[in-house]
C-alpha cells in the first residue's frame, strides 16, 4: 500500500489543522494505521492509532482530548483532527500501516512520507 499525508501547515497556538492520508494499492481496509510525528532534534513517536473498522483508536496521552484520529474506508483515507495546538505539537507527521485486528503502537511496514505542522506561539 502506498500512503500520501497532506495538511500540514502554519497555525497558531490554540487553532486547529486537519490531517490526511490517502492510501492507493491495496484494499485500505485490510489495515490498521496509525500517525506518528518527528520533532527537530527528537526521535519519531507515536500519536494515534485506529483499527481497520475505525471502532477502536488509541493515542499518547500527551494529545488525548486534543486530537481525534478517524478513517473513511469508502474513500481510503485516514485523519487526523488537531485542535487546541500547541507549540510542542510541531513535528513532521507520518502516516503508517500495518496488518493487524487491533489498533497498534509499533510495528507499521508501510509508511507516507510526512507533512509538517509548525504550531507558533
Known amino acids: 500500500v502506498q500512503l500520501q499525508a497532506s495538511g500540514g501547515g502554519l497555525v497558531q497556538a490554540g487553532g486547529s489543522l486537519r490531517l490526511s492520508c490517502a492510501a492507493s494499492?491495496?484494499?485500505?481496509?485490510?489495515?490498521?494505521m496509525g500517525w506518528f510525528r518527528q520533532a527537530p532534534g527528537k526521535e519519531r513517536e507515536f500519536v494515534a492509532a485506529?483499527?481497520?473498522?475505525?471502532?477502536?483508536?488509541y493515542y499518547v496521552d500527551s494529545v488525548k482530548g486534543r486530537f481525534t484520529i478517524s478513517r473513511d474506508n469508502a474513500k481510503n483515507t485516514m485523519y487526523l483532527q488537531m485542535d487546541s495546538l500547541k507549540p510542542e505539537d510541531t513535528a513532521v507527521y507520518s502516516c503508517?500501516?500495518?496488518?493487524?485486528?487491533?489498533?497498534?503502537?509499533?510495528?507499521?511496514?508501510?509508511w507516507g512520507q510526512g507533512t509538517l505542522v509548525t504550531v507558533s506561539s
Open positions: 485506529i483499527s481497520w473498522s475505525g471502532g477502536s483508536t
Open positions: 503508517a500501516a500495518r496488518f493487524g485486528a487491533s489498533v497498534y503502537t509499533s510495528g507499521y511496514v508501510y
Open positions: 494499492g491495496r484494499t485500505f481496509s485490510d489495515y490498521a
